[in-house]
Structure formats: C-alpha cells, structure tokens
Nanobody, 117 residues
Framework: QVQLVESGGGVVQAGGSLRLSCAAS????????MGWYRQAPGKQREMVAT???????NYADSVKGRFTISRDSAKSTVYLQMNSLNFDDTAVYYC???????????WGQGTQVTVSS
C-alpha cells in the first residue's frame, strides 16, 4: 500500500505562486508515475500534470507554461510549482500515484489552493 501526503496549499493573490509537495510512503518501489489532479466545486476532477519514471512530463493545456512538475526520485516526492496563478486555478489539488504489478491508483487527501483577487 502507498500513502500520499500533500502539503503547500493555501491562499495566494492572483499573479502569485505556490509550490505543492507530495511525499509517498509505504510500498513505493512499484510506483511508475506520479502527478497532480485538481477539482473545483461543481466540476470534474482533471489532470494537471504528470511525470513518469523516466522523467517525461505531461500538462493540461490550461496550465502549460505556468506550472512545472518535478520529482525527487530518491525521496519519492513530487512537486508542483505553480506560477501566474489566476482565479480559475482555485481547486482542491490531489496527488496521484500509479503503481504496477498490479496497476493501482493511489490518491492523497487533497490540499486546498485558493487564488484571491
């Protein structure tokens, strides 16, 4: 089993920046992909950014050029650097990990990001 714990959420003014962290613990040896998803009230959960074992990244079009995902493989920690935040970025952000053998999805508890005007 894998446990994911997010940190770094909070309130930030429009145009500002936040850095989210997600630490994985437990049986982490089979994790092949980690990433961030978000869900705003009344909306579906959406993928924000992912990074795989080889370091390849993928971003939602809405955050491309503003957000950067990175991973500390040794510490099993993934980060999301969020710049030029706007009101539409307000959501609960969830850390995600994909494990193999068998394929399983793991989720953190979520951290609130609120962008104020």
């Amino acid at each position: 089993q894998v446990q994911l714990v997010e940190s770094g959420g909070g309130v930030v003014q429009a145009g500002g920046s936040l850095r989210l962290s997600c630490a994985a613990s437990g049986t982490i040896s089979n994790i092949i992909t980690m990433g961030w998803y978000r869900q705003a009230p009344g909306k579906q959960r959406e993928m924000v950014a992912t990074i795989n074992k080889g370091g390849s990244t993928n971003y939602a079009d809405s955050v491309k050029g503003r957000f950067t995902i990175s991973r500390d493989s040794a510490k099993s920690t993934v980060y999301l650097q969020m710049n030029s935040l706007n009101f539409d970025d307000t959501a609960v952000y969830y850390c995600h990990a994909l494990g193999s053998s068998p394929l399983r999805n793991y989720w953190g508890q979520g951290t609130q990001v609120t962008v104020s005007s």
